[in-house]
C-alpha cells in the first residue's frame, strides 16, 4: 500500500539553526499538510499545500516556517532559525481528494532543539 | 476554534470487550474523523462520518455522531491486542479546510491479554 515517506526519522539541532524536514507524498496525492506535536499535547496544524501555494496556514506557522515542493515528489518544511519549543513531532499528510478528507500521515521526524 | 476533546484520556480493557471512546467538539463541522495513532507512529485514518450523518460502520468499528450535541462516540468491538493505541477525533469545520483539522488530545487504549 503506498504511503507517506519521512526523512529524517529524528533530528537534533542546535537554536538558531536551520532544519529543513523532508516528506515524500503518496504520488497522487493532491492537497499535502504539516502538523506537529508535541509531547503529551494535541497534534496541531500548521499548514496546507495545495497547487503549488499554501492553502492555509494555522498561527503557529510563522514567518520563521516556509514549505516547499522543489519537484513532482518532495515536499519539505523549512524553519529557518529553531527555538527549544519547536522541538516536537513534525507529521506530513497528504490526501487525494478535498482538502481535509482521509488524510495519510508519514511516521514522523522527532525534531529536538538543544 | 473549534475542538474535538475525547474521554476518557486512558482506558484499559479485557482482549474481546468492547472499547468505546467518546469525542466533544464547539463548533459547527462538516466532517469528524477518528484515527489511530500506535506509539511512535504517524496516525492511520480510521473513519469519517459527514455532518449529515448519524452513524456509520467499518468492521468492528462503529462511529456515531450527533450534532446537536456535538459530541461523537466510537465504538471498537471485540478488542484485540493490536488495537492498543491512541485514538484521536479530528473536526473539519464549514470553511471546508481553513485551519486544517482539529485534534483533540485523544484516548490511549490498553487491551489486556
Known amino acids: 500500500e503506498p504511503e507517506v515517506t519521512q526523512t529524517p526519522s529524528h533530528q537534533v539541532t542546535q537554536m538558531g539553526q536551520e532544519v529543513i524536514l523532508r516528506c515524500v507524498p503518496i504520488?497522487?496525492?493532491?492537497?499535502f499538510y504539516w502538523y506537529r506535536q508535541i509531547l503529551g499535547q494535541k497534534v496541531e496544524f500548521l499548514v496546507s499545500f495545495y497547487n503549488n501555494e499554501i492553502s492555509e496556514k494555522s498561527e503557529i506557522f510563522d514567518d520563521q516556517f516556509s514549505v516547499e515542493r522543489p519537484d513532482g515528489s518532495n515536499f519539505t518544511l523549512k524553519i529557518r532559525s529553531t527555538k527549544l519549543e519547536d522541538s516536537a513531532m513534525y507529521f506530513c499528510a497528504s490526501s487525494r481528494t478535498r482538502t481535509n478528507e482521509k488524510l495519510f500521515f508519514g511516521s514522523g521526524t522527532q525534531l529536538s532543539v538543544l | 476554534s473549534q475542538q474535538g476533546e475525547e474521554d476518557p484520556q486512558a482506558l484499559s480493557i479485557q482482549e474481546g470487550e468492547n472499547a468505546t471512546m467518546n469525542c466533544s467538539y464547539k463548533?459547527?463541522?462538516?466532517?469528524l474523523q477518528w484515527y489511530r495513532q500506535n506509539s511512535g507512529r504517524g496516525l492511520v485514518h480510521l473513519i469519517l462520518?459527514?455532518?449529515?450523518?448519524r452513524e456509520k460502520h467499518s468492521g468492528r468499528l462503529r462511529v456515531t455522531l450527533d450534532t446537536s450535541k456535538k459530541s461523537s462516540s466510537l465504538l471498537i468491538t471485540a478488542s484485540r491486542a493490536a488495537d492498543t493505541a491512541s485514538y484521536f477525533c479530528a473536526t473539519d469545520g464549514p470553511g471546508g479546510g481553513a485551519d486544517g483539522l482539529t485534534f483533540g488530545k485523544g484516548t490511549h487504549l490498553i487491551i489486556q491479554p
Open positions: 504520488s497522487n496525492h493532491l492537497y
Open positions: 463548533t459547527s463541522i462538516n466532517n
Open positions: 462520518i459527514r455532518s449529515n450523518e
